[in-house]
C-alpha cells in the first residue's frame, strides 16, 4: 500500500510531462510552418520575377526582330544580345525560385524527429 501514492504521482507526473510535451511539439510545428510559408513566399518572388524578366525578354527580342526584318544593322544585333541575355537571367530566376517550391524543402523535418524521439521515448519509458 505504500506504492500506491508513488504510483499515483508517477502516473500524474507522466500526464503532466505528455501534455506540456505535446503543447511544445505543437509550438514547434507551428514556428516550423510559419518557416515553411515564408520559404514557400520566397520562391514564389523567384518565379514571378522570372517570369517579368522573361516577359522584358520576349519585348526586346521582339524588338529585336522587327529591327532586324526592316533594316539588318548593328542596333539590331545589340537589341538581341540584350533580349538573350535576359531570357538567361529570366531562366536563372525562375529555376531558383522553382527549387526553393520542391516538397522535400517544405517537410516540417525538425517536428518530425521531435516526435519521433518523443514517441521513442515514450515507448522506453513504457
Known sequence: ??????II????SLVS??????????RLARAEVGEKIEQVQ?????IVSGLLLAFCALLILLQALVVA?????????AALLVGVVLAVL???SVKAGTEQLKAKNLVPERTLNSMRD?????KDAA
Open 1 to 6: 500500500m505504500t506504492n500506491s501514492p508513488n
Open 9 to 12: 504521482d508517477t502516473v500524474k
Open 90 to 92: 529570366a531562366y536563372i
Open 42 to 46: 520566397i520562391g514564389m518572388i523567384g
Open 17 to 26: 510531462d505528455a501534455a506540456l510535451l505535446a503543447q511544445q511539439e505543437a
Open 69 to 77: 526584318l526592316s533594316n539588318i544593322m548593328a542596333p539590331s544585333l
Open 118 to 122: 518523443s514517441a521513442e521515448t515514450i
